[in-house]
């Protein structure tokens, strides 16, 4: 140290008056002059100062309580070197200049550490009575906040029974607090309720409440309730506090019992039972008085003997026609036969192209030789003696009564037979039509 002072003395005779802007941070932080950072204990501390001004020549830090009466005192940094006084209960410092700040390192710092730092610079070009700028920041420590849990002395639950515990936390610190809660070894978030009050010496307060909904269990019996409460310094720096409490007792709950309960066992009995007793009575009321019946009236079948006006059975079956002795053959308009149309004399619509020849380089034919084929007269083994005879064979035909054939081969031939059987009615009626029978009409509604 006193080797650095003629050299300051010297400096300071050659250089002429300059004025300049000053600034301080902590860190990255540019803070503004006067202020309160917030830096736990036992946490590295980075302090800065600078000017705006075509820079400064000499530095000097003052840190609170370490007497500053002289320049001894105080952490000076000339001629690109740094000596900075130590002494007992005080934490290390060391002075340096990064880029254009004249940075001081101290820590871990110490509760002697809280108060106010203060920086002073010598401008450039300042003449042999230049004066010192100087530009201060405060310090203090994480304060311990208020914390308020006590459920009282004693609490006994049963266990599985719910429980909210409550804790309220006041804290002075810039950054917001947080809070969890610790049964035994096991950690609970909880609900926080967090609201900032008014700054207190420069620095911002909170209050903060957090709830805890806890369900008993028989392994947290005697286990101490911790409310903790987390702050963050100016530097992200965490420090924890906690209250704990350890009045919980859990006591088993009622034994149940095995097998079904007795609002069970009524419900098995009494479900049926009800549903039982209104069946019987929708069954009673459909059989005396007719009503909440499901199922329609029965309907009256009519007797086609005492009715014979009734032409339809419950079924709702087709029509049955009335019978009587003497069946009075139905009208039926004659049947046309289709004029004969000889094709033969038509004129085609289509006019035919003419094939092409087809020729071959060869012919296919060459291998086969021609045979004679002999062509016999055909008929002779025919039974019919002449054109007559085929139309009489055809009256022997009309003879046979097909209808009843069908009949007696099975019910497989029930349909052709119905039809040969409507077939030879009609010719009946056509020919009973030609000799002038009357004819009669029935139908049906």
């Keep these: 140290m006193d080797k650095l002072i003629p050299a300051l003395v010297l400096l300071m005779v ?22 309160v950072v917030v830096v736990a204990d036992q946490s590295m501390l980075t302090l800065w100062c600078d000017g705006d001004s075509g820079g400064w020549d000499v530095c000097k830090w003052y840190r609170p309580n370490f007497g500053n009466a002289s320049e001894s005192d105080s952490c000076l940094y000339a001629l690109n070197q740094g000596d900075c006084p130590q002494g007992p209960g005080f934490s290390h410092w060391s002075v340096s200049k990064r880029s254009s700040h004249c940075s001081l390192s101290v820590g871990p710092v110490q509760p002697n550490d809280v108060g106010e730092w203060k920086c002073l610079l010598l401008p450039k070009n300042s003449a042999s009575g230049g004066k010192f700028q100087e530009i201060t920041l405060e310090r203090q420590d994480i304060r311990e906040p208020e914390i308020n849990f006590d459920p009282g002395s004693e609490l006994a639950l049963q266990d599985g029974e719910s429980h909210v515990f409550e804790c309220r936390t006041s804290a002075i610190v810039n950054m917001e607090p947080s809070s969890v809660w610790v049964v035994g070894q096991v950690q609970y978030p909880g609900n926080v309720t967090l609201a900032q009050g008014a700054p207190d010496q420069g620095v911002s307060s909170w209050s903060m409440v957090t709830s805890l909904d806890y369900t008993a269990s028989l392994s947290d019996s005697g286990r101490d309730i911790q409310c903790v409460v987390t702050l963050s310094d100016d530097l992200a720096n965490l420090v ?21 309960a007795t609002w069970k066992i009524l419900l098995i009995v009494l479900v049926p039972l009800l549903f039982i007793i209104l069946l019987l009575i929708l069954i009673a009321s459909c059989w005396f008085f007719g009503v ?111 209808g009843d054939m069908l009949g007696k081969m099975g019910r497989k031939f029930r349909t052709l037979e119905r039809l040969y059987r409507e077939e030879r009615s009609d010719e009946e009626h056509d020919g009973g039509q030609d000799q002038g029978d009357t004819v009669s009409y029935e139908s049906w509604v």
């Design 292 to 402: 909440c019946c499901f199922s329609s009236g029965k309907k009256e079948k009519y007797d086609e003997s005492d009715d014979p006006d009734n032409f339809y059975t419950t079924s709702m079956q087709a029509p049955v026609p009335s019978k009587s002795d003497n069946p009075i053959p139905t009208k039926r308009k004659a049947r046309n036969p289709a004029p004969y149309i000889d094709i033969d004399s038509l004129t085609p619509t289509i006019k035919s192209h003419p094939t092409p020849p087809l020729t071959l380089p060869w012919d296919p034919y060459s291998d086969i030789p021609d045979q004679l084929t002999h062509y016999d007269y055909q008929g002779d083994s025919s039974s019919a003696g002449s054109l007559s005879s085929l139309g009489s064979s055809e009256d022997e035909d009309r003879d046979l009564d097909m």
């Design 240 to 260: 924890t506090f906690s209250v704990s409490w350890s009045g919980l007792s859990v006591t088993p709950g009622p034994v149940q019992k095995a097998g079904f």
């Design 14 to 35: 050659m250089n002429t008056c300059g004025e300049m802007n000053m600034t301080v941070g902590v860190g990255e932080n540019v803070m503004m002059n006067s202020s």
